[in-house]
């Protein structure tokens, strides 16, 4: 059975990408730090329907996961080594496997939000992309959590590379987890894949354990 994955992020469900043209890394900057922000609105204004059915629930957070993070490499990266001896085949069951995973975990774990605040805090240039340091704020303990978002210029608009909660890589986090799935399980691309189905299985009927 696949161990509990972590997600990329808290914030891995957020909504529609902004710019239509590549920016110049002074954009980069200042588009990052939007996108983030508008995101992170999107999400708070599907939580906030509570009476959301939890398919449409997921769908969006697919919608916003395709449309502002850099899917494909983050798969890639945090799959490592089998990636590479994958047949063309492998690769998109696993891609679309991974991507309905990412939406169910999030629309999942959000369930029980309660009115936490996501704050932009500090942009800076990083490389050809940003980093933009942002923090959860919670209204009722006023506890914070710090969140970090590494974006790259990709397909034209800026997206989502990795994202940092309390210093820790969501990326090499699950890419260290994937590495453990695989190793138990042959180390191909469709164990994976397969390790992965059965977790979504999981989070599909959480009473049948």
Known sequence: MLTKLRPLSIAAALAAALATAAPARADAVS??????????DTVVAILANKGLPKAQREERFRQIYRANFDG??????????????ASPAARQEYLQVFETYIAKVYAAQLST????????IKSEADGP??????????PKSGRTVSIVWRLRPTDGKMKVRDVLIENISMALTQRREFAAVLQRRGGTAE????AIREKIADLD???KK
């Open 31 to 40: 588009d990052g730090a939007q996108l983030i922000r508008t995101m992170a």
């Open 72 to 85: 494909p490499i983050i798969a890639q990266s945090v799959m490592g080594p089998p990636w590479k001896s």
């Open 113 to 120: 939000y309660s009115g936490e605040k996501l704050e932009v």
């Open 129 to 138: 992309g940003a980093t933009i340091e942002s923090r959860i704020v919670d």
């Open 191 to 194: 164990a994976l894949t397969a």
């Open 205 to 207: 009927n959480p009473k």
